[in-house]
């Protein structure tokens, strides 16, 4: 999704384990300091050691807040719905620096790149991350957008050059993104919190060789599992590319320079991701379920379970979204699905971002796609 709202409105303290020797029984499912890290077995997640099909939501603005309350409220409105999953933004690139005091993850200037790890930076991700392990949520977190929202890919063309194409084979930028990948996981290395890391925002390399995203998932996911084995990874795309179900239309094709069977091969990629977004994509609202379906198929013969990660609809949310999910909770192969997105009413920034898709607590929709849901699961 692109996230095109901008928001303008401590730390806590992690222990290195030098070293543990335990198995791997499944992708991820391990304990470090007494804590099982969320994982996989077989096509299902495992979250605190229980294997089932969570739901979840997206809240990208979460780390861009700047009051802590507002964060604890709506990870404590997300707990209290039985909301396992958030999904946020852990990129915030900028090529200059915000003269209004808004939040920033990273400049990219002049050729070079700079972590912002202050205030308005990275400690802002920290208590994201402390307030998920107090209210006993996993965090989804992404490291580049494929959109220009909070500067993304051209924020690293802007500094390096190239072009959005060339990115995934720029070292520059690459050794940049990298960079900063490395930086965030060190700092939540040993965080229960994360469900996973993922590499992109709907990732698209168009009218490229499917060779291109695939190497650039193979070396990224794999530059990941050598400075962090545990937790897992995955891409982060919006599932194009596919044969299975087919029906000719763009997001079944690979004009993206995506191939979902064959980025779900990649064996530092623990589970598949895709979205659902009809009207962007031409196709109709019944596209959605035979959509899913396809997926969870792939999935499950690739024996990785599916996150349906993303997906909504500007009207009739309740009875459109809500088709997608039962068809979700009944598909093998899907183990968990995250709406987008998650909204609230914050005592100190009002209301959430509402880009039309937003579903905010306490509403009906809310109700519907989420107690409604959580209580079919
Ligand atoms: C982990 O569990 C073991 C055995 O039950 C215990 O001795 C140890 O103190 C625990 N460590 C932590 C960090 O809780
Ligand atoms: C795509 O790249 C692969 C691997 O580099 C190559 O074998 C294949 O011929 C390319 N396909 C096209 C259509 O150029
Ligand atoms: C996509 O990848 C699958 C699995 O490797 C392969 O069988 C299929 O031919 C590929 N299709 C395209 C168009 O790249």
Known sequence: MKTTTILTTTCFVFSQVASYAMGIPTSGTYKRSNTTFPGTSGLDFTIDGTAGYFAGSNAYWLAFLTDNDDVDQA???????????????????????????????????????TVNTGADGLERLDYVVSSAESHNIKLIINFVNYWSDYGGMAAYVNAFGGSLTSWYTDDESQAAYQNYIKTVISRYIDSPAIFAWELANEPRCSSCNVSVIHDWVASTSAFIKSIDSTHLVAIGDE???????????????????????????????????FHLYPSNWGTSDSFGSPWVTAHGDACAAAGKPCLFEEYGVKSDKCSVEGEWQKTAVGTKGIGADTFWQFGDTLKSSGKSPNDDYTVYYGTDDYTCLVTEHIAAI
Do not use: C, H
Request: hydrophobic share 35%; no cysteine.
């Open 75 to 113: 990870l404590a409105d997300a707990e209290s719905s039985g909301l396992r999953i958030m999904r946020i933004w852990g990129f915030n690139d900028v090529n200059t620096v915000p003269t209004d005091n808004s939040v920033y993850f990273q400049l990219l200037a002049d050729g070079k790149a």
């Open 239 to 273: 599932g194009f590319g596919l044969d299975i179900n087919s029906d000719g239309s763009y997001p079944y094709g690979y004009s993206e320079g995506s191939n979902f069977t064959l980025n779900l091969e990649v064996d530092t990629i623990d589970f598949g991701t």
